[in-house]
């Protein structure tokens, strides 16, 4: 079993950071990729950043140049520093983590419960 919890979500001011954290745990062999997506309101989930066991990066043209992913692999977490926030930032962030739990597993993707940020104008 795997789960995913997020940290770091609140309130904060236009223009100011917030630091998310994702921290996997359970039966876990490799995690292979680890991302972030997030859902506003009456909106669909949308990608934000991931980023691959080998530090491959991707960002969404909305957040590229103010939002970087990064993972401490030892550690099994991942984290999402968020500056220069905007109000369009506000919605529930999940994280996910792509997951073997033996070598040369199966994979799975596994999903966090979810923080919300909220990013007042």
């Known amino acids: 079993q795997v789960q995913l919890v997020e940290s770091g979500g609140g309130l904060v001011q236009a223009g100011g950071s917030l630091r998310l954290s994702c921290v996997a745990s359970?039966?876990?062999?490799?995690?292979?990729?680890m991302g972030w997506y997030r859902q506003a309101p009456g909106k669909q989930r949308e990608l934000v950043a991931t980023?691959?066991?080998?530090?491959?990066?991707n960002y969404a043209d909305s957040v590229k140049g103010r939002f970087t992913i990064s993972r401490d692999n030892a550690k099994n977490t991942a984290y999402l520093q968020m500056n220069r926030m905007k109000p369009d930032d506000t919605a529930v962030y999940y994280c996910?983590?792509?997951?073997?739990?033996?070598?040369?597993?199966?994979?799975?993707?596994?999903w966090g419960q979810g923080t919300q940020v909220t990013v007042s104008s």
């Open positions: 980023i691959t066991s080998g530090g491959n990066l």
């Open positions: 996910n983590s792509d997951v073997r739990v033996s070598d040369g597993g199966r994979q799975f993707r596994y």
């Open positions: 359970g039966s876990i062999f490799t995690i292979d990729a």
